[in-house]
C-alpha cells in the first residue's frame, strides 16, 4: 500500500488549462492538415493512412510507454512529452515553409508525435490521482472531459476559419504557441511527492520488460480491476463499431448540412455530460454512473437504427453522447482510485492498447460487415425485407439501421451480464490507495 502527499484542485487547474489549450491547439493543426492532405492527393487512402499512423505507433507501444511513465517523474515526463509533440508540430511548419512537405513525411512525423502522446495520456492521467484529492477525482475528470468536449466543438469552426485568415504556416505557428504556454505552466507547477511501500524495488529493475510482466500480474491478481479494463475495452469496440457507420447512415437519407447539425447536436451532448460530472462529481456512486450510462448509450444506439428520422437521431444522439464522458470518467476515476500510483502508468497503458486493438478491430469489420451483409439483407427484394423491413424499412441506409439495433442490443445485453460478475459490480469496495 502507499500513502500520497495530496495537493489540492488549484495545482491542477493550471495544468488543467494548459493542457486544454495545447490540445485546442493540436486539434486545429490536425484539421487543417486533412484538408490540406485531402486537396493535395485528393485520396482517402492517404487520410486514413495518416490516421492510422496518428494512433497506431501508441498503441503497439503502449505498455513500455506506461513502463517507462511509471519509472521517472510525472511531471518531466509530461513536460518531455509535450516538448517533443511541439518539436514534431515545428518540423512540420519548417517543411511546409520550404515547400518541401511530403505525404510520407506527414506519415514519419505524426507517428513520433503519436509516441509523444502515448506517454502523454498515463503521466497525465496519473498526475490527476496526484495532485487531486481522491474525493475531487471525478470532478477533474470532468474537467478533464469537457476540456475535449470543447476543442471537439470549436476547433472545426475555428479550423475553418483560420485556414482561410492566416492559413496553414499561421495555425502551425499557433499551435506552438500553444505548446510553449503548457510548457510554461509544467516548468512552474510543483508535484507532490508521494511514498511507496510495495513496488520500490521494482521500479529499480533494470529489465522494461520484467516491469511489464509485473504489472500484468499485478492486474491479474485484482479481478476487479481486470473487469473495468476489459469492461473498457469493450465498450470502446461497441461504440467505434457505430462510430464508423454513423455517417453513411445519416447520408444515406439526408443531406451534409444536416449531419453537421447533428454533430453539432451530439457534440453539446458531451459538453453538457461532462458539465454534470464536474458539478456534481461524487454525489452518485461511479459504479451506478457507470452502469446506467452503459444502459442509457444502448438505448440510444437502437433507437438510431429503428427509423430514418432527422429528429429521433438528434435526441439519441444527444443523450448517447451525453452518456459517454460520464462512462469513461466513472472507469478512470475507479482505476485511479484502486491502483498503486507507481503503477498507474502501466496500468493505464494497458488499457490503452486494449482498446486501442479492440478499435481497430471495430474500423476493419464494421465497413464489411455493412456493404456485403447487412445493407443486401435490408435492399428492396432481400431477405429480410419483408420481415425486419417492414419495421424499419428497405433500401439504401436501413442494413446499416439493422446493425444499430443489434449493436444497441448487444450493448444493453453486454452491461447486464457484466452487473453480474461481482468483482466488477463491486470494485468499490475494494481499499482506496
Same mark, same amino acid.
Given at each position: 500500500m502507499e500513502v500520497r502527499i495530496m495537493n489540492d484542485m488549484g495545482s491542477f487547474i493550471p495544468i488543467w488549462f494548459g493542457k486544454f489549450i495545447s490540445t485546442v491547439g493540436s486539434s486545429i493543426t490536425g484539421f487543417a492538415l486533412g484538408i490540406w492532405i485531402y486537396q493535395h492527393t485528393e485520396s482517402v487512402t492517404d487520410l486514413a493512412l495518416t490516421t492510422l499512423s496518428t494512433t497506431l505507433p501508441s498503441v503497439i507501444l503502449s505498455p513500455v510507454l506506461g513502463t517507462l511513465v511509471d519509472r521517472f517523474d510525472k511531471r518531466w515526463v509530461l513536460f518531455m512529452s509535450d516538448l517533443g509533440s511541439g518539436l514534431c508540430t515545428g518540423a512540420l511548419g519548417i517543411l511546409f515553409v520550404t515547400g518541401n512537405l511530403e505525404i510520407w513525411h506527414i506519415y514519419l512525423i505524426r507517428s513520433v508525435n503519436s509516441i509523444c502522446v502515448g506517454c502523454q495520456v498515463p503521466a497525465y492521467t496519473t498526475a490527476i490521482t496526484l495532485l487531486v484529492p481522491k474525493e475531487q477525482l471525478t470532478r477533474a475528470n470532468g474537467l478533464v472531459q469537457l476540456g475535449s468536449s470543447i476543442a471537439q466543438l470549436i476547433s472545426p469552426l475555428l479550423g475553418g476559419i483560420l485556414i482561410a485568415t492566416i492559413e496553414i504556416r499561421g495555425i502551425i505557428l499557433t499551435d506552438l504557441a500553444t505548446f510553449v504556454f503548457s510548457l510554461i505552466i509544467l516548468f512552474f507547477i510543483q508535484f507532490p511527492e508521494y511514498q511507496t511501500t510495495t513496488s520500490k524495488s521494482i521500479l529499480k529493475e533494470t529489465s522494461i520488460f520484467s516491469e511489464i510482466a509485473f504489472a500484468?500480474?499485478?492486474i491479474q491478481t485484482?479481478?476487479?480491476?481486470?473487469?473495468?479494463?476489459?469492461? &473498457? !475495452?469493450?465498450?470502446? &469496440?461497441?461504440?467505434?463499431?457505430? !462510430?464508423?457507420?454513423t455517417v453513411p447512415l445519416v447520408m444515406s437519407f439526408t443531406s451534409a448540412t444536416v449531419m453537421g447539425l447533428l454533430m453539432s447536436i451530439g457534440g453539446s451532448g458531451?459538453?453538457?455530460? =461532462?458539465?454534470?460530472?464536474?458539478?456534481? !462529481?461524487? =454525489?452518485v456512486s461511479n459504479i451506478n454512473y457507470l452502469f446506467l450510462s452503459m444502459l442509457l448509450s444502448g438505448l440510444c444506439i437502437l433507437v438510431v437504427g429503428l427509423q430514418a428520422k432527422v429528429w429521433l437521431i438528434a435526441i439519441a444522439g444527444f443523450f448517447f453522447f451525453f452518456a459517454t464522458p460520464i462512462i469513461s470518467s466513472s472507469i478512470q476515476v475507479m482505476l485511479q482510485k484502486k491502483v498503486q500510483i507507481d503503477v498507474q502508468g502501466r496500468v493505464f497503458a494497458f488499457s490503452g492498447t486494449i482498446c486501442g486493438v479492440l478499435i481497430s478491430l471495430a474500423y476493419i469489420i464494421s465497413g464489411p460487415l455493412a456493404d456485403y451483409v447487412f445493407e443486401p439483407l435490408m435492399a428492396a427484394g432481400g431477405l429480410l425485407s419483408e420481415s425486419v423491413g417492414q419495421i424499419i424499412g428497405v433500401g439504401q441506409g436501413r442494413g446499416i439501421g439493422l446493425m444499430f439495433l443489434v449493436m444497441g442490443g448487444v450493448t444493453m445485453l453486454f452491461t447486464t451480464l457484466a452487473y453480474q460478475y461481482p468483482p466488477l459490480r463491486l470494485v468499490e469496495n475494494e481499499p482506496d490507495i
Open positions: 500484468w500480474n499485478y485484482k479481478p476487479g480491476i481486470l473487469g473495468l479494463i476489459m469492461l &473498457f !475495452g469493450m465498450i470502446n &469496440f461497441l461504440f467505434a463499431f457505430v !462510430g464508423v457507420l458531451t459538453l453538457l455530460g =461532462s458539465l454534470a460530472l464536474t458539478i456534481w !462529481g461524487e =454525489s
